[in-house]
């Protein structure tokens, strides 16, 4: 029998919109059930609990919100689950997280009022970090071909090249924030083509994935978001 891991892995997956998240966050679920690995997912933003719902509604533009006022809900959101996540994790079971901070931070940032990194940061730390980031990378003009952006905010070519600029800052910051840290405890922020087959991106993915998810279990405690 399969020992209990210690605790689960926390995985993210980022990217631009049409980058495949979605789809590939299924994938990876399915690939873990199919071996009967305990395995949780969230999507972030969480659009069912009362913050959530006001969230979407200004996504769908049937709301207006000062640019601090949405990105503080956007992070609110993620606090209001830390707790299930971090109990989910201790109890052993690994979590697929479709978009996170990171996506805070790189939209709000983008954004004309030009609200500096910092601050987009600030309401975030503290949160439980994730083990592995999977960052879906595709131009902006490859993401439109498939099929083009829907209807909500955001969803346009412009701001999508300016988030993607977001990201690239915060990979190497991630990296630089490890680098002064036992090796062990950095977030591993792993970059992929998104551009390529679903199944081409699944199997890369699942190469990262895979070390996490073993019996043995991830032994060092749960990080915290940029600490
Ligand atoms: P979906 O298309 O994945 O439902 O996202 N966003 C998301 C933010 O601006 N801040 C955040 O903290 C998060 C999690 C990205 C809806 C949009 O919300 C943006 C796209
Ligand atoms: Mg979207």
């Given at each position: 029998?399969?020992?209990?891991?210690?605790?689960?892995?926390?995985?993210?997956?980022?990217?631009?919109?049409?980058?495949?998240?979605?789809?590939?966050?299924?994938?990876?679920?399915?690939?873990?059930?199919?071996?009967?690995?305990?395995?949780?997912?969230?999507?972030?933003?969480?659009?069912?609990?009362?913050?959530?719902?006001?969230?979407?509604?200004?996504?769908?533009?049937?709301?207006?919100?000062?640019?601090?006022?949405?990105?503080?809900?956007?992070?609110?959101?993620?606090?209001?689950?830390?707790?299930?996540?971090?109990?989910?994790?201790?109890?052993?079971?690994?979590?697929?997280?479709?978009?996170y901070a990171f996506?805070?931070?790189?939209?709000?940032?983008?954004?004309?009022?030009?609200?500096?990194?910092?601050?987009?940061?600030?309401?975030?730390?503290?949160?439980?970090?994730p083990d592995l980031?999977?960052?879906?990378?595709?131009?902006?003009?490859?993401?439109?071909?498939?099929?083009?952006?829907?209807?909500?905010?955001?969803?346009?070519?412009?701001?999508?090249?300016?988030?993607?600029?977001?990201?690239?800052?915060?990979?190497?910051?991630?990296?630089?924030?490890?680098?002064?840290?036992?090796?062990?405890?950095?977030?591993?922020?792993?970059?992929?083509?998104?551009?390529?087959?679903?199944?081409?991106?699944?199997?890369?993915?699942?190469?990262?994935?895979?070390?996490?998810?073993?019996?043995?279990?991830?032994?060092?405690?749960?990080?915290?978001?940029?600490?």
């Amino acid at each position: 029998m399969a020992t209990k891991p210690s605790r689960g892995a926390f995985i993210v997956i980022e990217g631009l919109d049409r980058s495949g998240k979605s789809t590939q966050a299924a994938t990876l679920l399915e690939r873990l059930q199919s071996r009967n690995i305990p395995v949780k997912f969230h999507k972030f933003p969480d659009r069912v609990t009362p913050i959530g719902q006001m969230i979407d509604s200004y996504l769908r533009s049937k709301s207006d919100l000062d640019d601090h006022v949405i990105h503080l809900l956007f992070s609110a959101n993620r606090w209001e689950l830390a707790a299930t996540v971090e109990q989910t994790l201790n109890s052993g079971t690994h979590i697929v997280c479709d978009r996170y901070a990171f996506s805070g931070i790189a939209f709000t940032a983008s954004k004309p009022s030009q609200i500096p990194f910092e601050w987009c940061r600030t309401p975030d730390i503290s949160l439980p970090a994730p083990d592995l980031i999977l960052y879906l990378d595709i131009s902006p003009n490859k993401a439109k071909e498939r099929g083009g952006y829907g209807e909500e905010r955001y969803e346009q070519e412009e701001m999508q090249t300016r988030v993607r600029e977001v990201y690239r800052r915060m990979r190497e910051e991630t990296m630089a924030v490890g680098s002064n840290r036992e090796s062990e405890n950095r977030p591993q922020w792993v970059e992929i083509d998104a551009g390529r087959s679903v199944e081409d991106v699944g199997k890369e993915i699942w190469i990262h994935v895979e070390p996490f998810v073993q019996p043995s279990g991830i032994s060092k405690p749960i990080g915290r978001l940029w600490m």
